[in-house]
């Protein structure tokens, strides 16, 4: 939650008042749409209703622009720390699609050079298949539930690369 709620507070400070309002609204939609009623709208058709899963990370995301940002922003959060958590812990990886017994290593998004959003990516799938295989092996549900569309992914790299301009984040 705190991470969703962080979003809101960097919206103001990357694309209100870094001037990318027009790039944002191309992505995400217009928020100068009426933000109580999109929530109103949202609630009264209950909280997984509706196509959402082409374009949002989550049903709470289609309810308004300014939600979506956050949830986006969310998981890309996820990302981040997963990626760097398990770098922290040299992980590697065999990926899907690479030759057999390639195993890639897990890079860090803070590693001079950072790696690609595509590469960021390609690792982050497995790893989240990986934890929720090992939840589920526990006994317990998905830890990252998310299946991630096109969609989702595109506006996932608008801020990776909203955030990079900002050298917020190494690059």
């Known amino acids: ?3 969703h709620e962080s979003g809101h ?3 103001d400070q990357l694309v209100r008042d870094g001037h990318r309002l027009e790039a944002f609204r191309s992505v995400f939609g217009d928020e100068r749409l009426d933000y109580a009623a999109a929530l109103s709208a949202h609630y009264a058709k209950g909280n997984d209703l509706g196509d959402w899963r082409q374009n949002h990370v989550s049903s709470y995301a289609a309810s308004h622009p300014w939600e979506d940002w956050a949830e986006t922003w969310a998981h890309y959060l996820h990302l981040i720390d997963l990626l760097e958590t398990a770098a922290a812990y040299d992980t590697s990886l065999e990926l899907p699609g690479a030759p057999p017994a390639e195993r890639v290593r897990v890079a860090s998004p803070f590693s001079d050079p950072a ?8 690792q982050w799938s ?7 295989s090992l939840n589920r092996s526990l006994g317990q549900e998905d830890a990252y539930p998310f299946a991630l569309s096109t969609g989702a992914l595109r506006k996932l790299q608008f801020v990776h690369e909203l955030v990079r301009s900002r050298a917020l984040v190494p690059s």
């Open 115 to 122: 790696p690609s959003f595509d590469t960021m990516v390609q």
């Open 126 to 132: 497995p790893l989240t298949l990986l934890l929720n």
């Open 1 to 3: 939650h705190l991470r």
């Open 9 to 11: 507070f960097y919206w």
